[in-house]
């Protein structure tokens, strides 16, 4: 090849590092020789449970209609969605996950001279949306691994078109409450987007957490987005979806891409948007695993990041990718946050009680003396 084809691409782009998933199951067996069927993943925040009985069964409904393109429009998902959270469908943006609605409020107002202000430790896709599209990513330092919210109102200037917020936030877990929210909202200028990323509100109890769907009556500059990966345990058939006002949806829908969310998707994710049963134990085996983990890291004399989502930030006190490489040996698969700027700590999933167990009793081994 004689053509350098890096150095032909836009500069934003070439100066990129592509993101980095969670480990796969089998992609560990192949490198270690191990049996697939005795490694654990608790790396990629995915739902423990499985998906909804629901879901399954609008799936398995809906393949023989696999020749047929998907509804453009998502129509019944919208509808529902609508119900849901009180809005009209034409306030509703359906994503390929929420990563694809970020990236769709990227192309849609950033540009080269224009910037987003997002916190530092927040979720990799702000900066790689912002600076795929030229534009400038203003990291604001965290507070207690946290979002600061002072800080970050402090950081927009004339140039600023975006600010994205992630309640709780991915990878530390921290999160903000309802008069935080309030008192910054108020404060932000009239044509900066707050994008409010809800990817973890599911698993939040009580009010501790604001719902961001009830700020959107207020503030016309605000969008909010959710996910079906998480807690409702799609994670592989990539469903999202962007709460804002009617003309923000508009201008999103203009640059979205025609049948971005397959058929099987919108069908399982308005199935198990209706099994409220499934959600309420997701809930419970959520709060149970933190308790049990929480639990273990205590005994270890380990430190980690209070978190409202299905995760925890552990903190190891030193290089901690030694320690991942041994979980790896063990069959345990959890996730190195360095690129986060995070080299102490490992995030680690919330799992099923006897998946949790694993990990401790692989970590009780790794750290043994």
């Known amino acids: 090849m004689t053509c350098d084809f890096l150095a032909q691409a836009l500069p934003c782009v070439q100066k990129l590092s592509p993101y980095v998933p969670g480990k796969p199951v089998d992609e560990l067996a192949r490198e270690l020789n191990l049996d697939p069927a005795g490694i654990i993943k608790l790396a990629s925040n995915e739902n423990p449970l499985g998906p909804s009985p629901k879901a399954l069964a609008a799936i398995r409904a809906e393949l023989p209609e696999l020749t047929r393109y998907p509804d453009g429009n998502g129509f019944e998902l919208k509808q529902r969605l609508a119900q849901c959270h009180g809005v009209q469908m034409n306030q509703i943006t359906l994503g390929n996950g929420s990563n694809d609605v970020l990236d769709l409020i990227a192309r849609a107002y950033l540009a080269p001279g224009l910037n987003a202000v997002f916190s530092q430790y927040a979720f990799a896709v702000y900066p790689i949306s912002t600076q795929a599209v030229g534009a ?145 134990e997701g809930r419970r085996v959520n709060a149970a695993g933190m308790r049990q983990i929480e639990q273990g890291l205590r005994e270890l004399k380990l430190d980690w990041i209070p978190s409202r989502g299905n995760f925890i930030a552990v903190n190891f006190a030193r290089d901690a990718a030694p320690i991942n490489q041994a979980l790896l040996k063990e069959g345990v698969i959890v996730r190195p946050i360095g690129g986060y700027g995070m080299p102490d700590f490992l995030r680690v999933s919330i799992g099923l009680e006897h998946e949790n167990e694993r990990f401790l009793q692989a970590l009780r081994k790794v750290l043994a003396p």
């Open 136 to 280: 400038t990513g203003k990291v604001v330092p965290a507070r207690q691994w946290g979002h600061d919210l002072e800080a970050i109102l402090a950081a927009i200037d004339a140039d600023t078109r975006v600010v994205f917020l992630a309640n709780p936030n991915n990878p530390t877990g921290t999160w903000f409450g309802p008069d935080a929210l309030s008192a910054f909202l108020e404060r932000v200028p009239e044509n900066v987007l707050v994008v409010l990323d809800e990817a973890y509100i599911e698993y939040a109890e009580g009010e501790e957490l604001p719902n961001g769907m009830s700020y959107l009556a207020r503030h016309a500059n605000l969008l909010v987005s959710r996910t079906f990966s998480k807690a409702y345990g799609l994670a592989a058939l990539r469903v999202g979806y962007a709460v804002s006002s009617a003309q923000i949806a508009d201008v999103l829908n203009r640059v979205r891409q025609p049948f971005n969310v397959n058929s099987l998707a919108l069908v399982a994710a308005c199935a198990a948007l209706g099994d409220t049963d499934y959600l309420q």
